[in-house]
């Protein structure tokens, strides 16, 4: 089939590397120039595990072509996805002119029937209103079908692969054939299933979607506050809740709340849309307060062992991105909690596998890079963990824990786990004192 994907960031890439994969004739349509000219370079612009092997044999095998020409790819295209960014205004409403931009730029070029498949997250009627635009300024039938996107970054080739389900929601018959012969062979190969329901049902679900996993994260890290308080390990509650099958284990990782560019966003866009219509989610109101509290749990922990002022103090910070595996910075926990102790006049030197350049963009030289994590700890008086990479629960206890050692200070050297990456008790045999998220009252504070 002859694919266009407008809007080539984290959900548009992965798509139009994957369909050219699968045989399909995919143009890529990016707007952004610099992006622009580092895919027509053959880099990826962005960290995603497998993903820039995918888009240089797509490229090299001529499936995928990238353009900035959105007319071009539009009228070659039996489908046109658009996967263009959805970001939150100041009100936390979603500011949809990039979608509205790329609408009315397909209709304009259109001289033909156009099916336009709305990948971005988009508030609940934006299908409606984008049909509505695209058919005033096309000489052409345009039809919009609703497909949101539930890919996870850091494993987001195998959730394209293999959805667990498509959601495709239209208000034509016609316009879904095509997409369901093209999303088809995916699901099949997997254990997933399409589902094809109404257009503003399918725009909800995928905000209700997020919102339960949002839930999942701020319940946790409510009860880790419980445990806190009343000396339990949230740990070892969480072991109990995940055996139970009607709760299950996944999204309940106490720590430092979500991040990233679409839970945040998401949860303030849904409760703009519910305000708009008049209607109360007291629910998604707690659980986003829990998660703003929640994001400099880290910073707390650190002020609460060395007091308000941290000017001459410096500290390690581990992990950068808003989840492994990924190097988004955006609306990163890390981040917050770097600011925090940067606003108190701490020293940073930090250290993340693949969002340094990320953070070098950011900070530039408000702030120390290291190059391994172990280098990061050198001259620091505690670490501080915020991202769950796999690799740095591997590092030797000891090993930290000699290099935050330094004899003439009077602090002990300080493990401030954000993660509850490492276990409490080894890391107080290696010589550490060890603060977790909802563990730390319950083993000895050393
Ligand atoms: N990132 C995720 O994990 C994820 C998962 C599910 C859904 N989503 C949703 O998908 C959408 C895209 O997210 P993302 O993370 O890929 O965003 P992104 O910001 O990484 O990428 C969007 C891209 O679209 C480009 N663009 C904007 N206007 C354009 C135009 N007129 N023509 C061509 N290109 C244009 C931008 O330059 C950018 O490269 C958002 O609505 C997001 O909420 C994201």
Request: charged residues 25%; contains cysteine; negative net charge.
């Amino acid at each position: 089939m002859r694919i266009a994907v407008v809007g080539l960031g984290y959900v548009g890439l992965v798509q139009a590397a994957c369909l050219a994969d699968a045989g399909h004739r995919v143009s890529g349509v990016e707007s952004d120039e610099a992006r622009l000219r580092l895919l027509l370079g053959g880099e990826t612009p962005f960290y995603e595990p497998g993903l820039s092997e995918l888009v240089r044999r797509a490229l090299d095998r001529g499936g995928l072509r990238i353009t900035s020409e959105i007319d071009v790819a539009v009228c070659q295209s039996e489908v046109v996805f658009l996967t263009v960014g959805t970001p939150p205004r100041a009100d936390g409403s979603s500011n949809l002119d990039a979608l509205f931009e790329a609408g009315e730029a397909l209709a304009a070029g259109a001289s033909s029937a156009l099916l336009v498949a709305v990948k971005s997250t988009v508030p609940v009627g934006t299908c409606d209103d984008l049909e509505s635009a695209m058919r005033r300024r096309a000489d052409a039938r345009v039809d919009v079908v609703a497909n949101p996107e539930f890919l996870a970054q850091g494993r987001a080739i195998a959730d394209f692969r293999e959805p667990r389900r498509v959601v495709l929601g239209s208000t034509s018959e016609a316009a879904l054939e095509p997409l369901l012969a093209l999303y088809r062979p995916f699901v099949e190969s997997g254990s997933g299933r399409l589902v094809v329901i109404d257009r503003r049902s399918a725009e909800l679900a995928k905000y209700a979607a997020n919102g339960a996993l949002a839930l999942r994260v701020s319940m946790i890290n409510e009860y880790a506050r419980l445990c806190d308080a009343v000396g339990a390990d949230i740990e070892e509650v969480r072991q109990v809740l995940a055996s139970d099958p009607r709760i299950g284990p996944h999204f309940l990782e106490a720590g430092l709340g979500f991040g990233g560019s679409c839970l945040p966003k998401d949860i303030t866009s849904l409760l703009h849309q519910a305000r708009a219509a008049d209607c109360e989610m007291p629910l998604v109101e707690a659980l986003y307060a829990v998660n703003q509290g929640q994001r400099t749990r880290l910073a707390e922990l650190a002020v609460e062992a060395f007091g308000d002022e941290l000017s001459g103090r410096r500290f390690a910070v581990w992990g950068l991105a808003f989840k492994p595996g990924s190097d988004d910075l955006r609306e990163s926990p890390a981040i917050l909690t770097i600011d925090e102790l940067l606003r108190r006049g701490a020293r940073l030197t930090l250290y993340d596998p693949a969002a340094l350049d990320n953070a070098r963009a950011l900070y530039g030289g408000r702030v120390d890079y290291a190059s391994t994590a172990l280098s990061a700890l050198e001259g620091a008086e505690a670490l501080l963990l915020c991202t769950a990479w796999p690799e740095l629960a591997q590092l030797s206890l000891s090993a930290i824990a000699e290099r935050i050692s330094t004899p003439e200070r009077n602090t002990p050297p300080y493990l401030f786990d954000g993660r509850n990456l490492f276990d409490p008790v080894e890391a107080g045999r290696a010589g550490l004192v060890y603060r977790g998220v909802g563990r730390g009252r319950a083993f000895p504070s050393g």
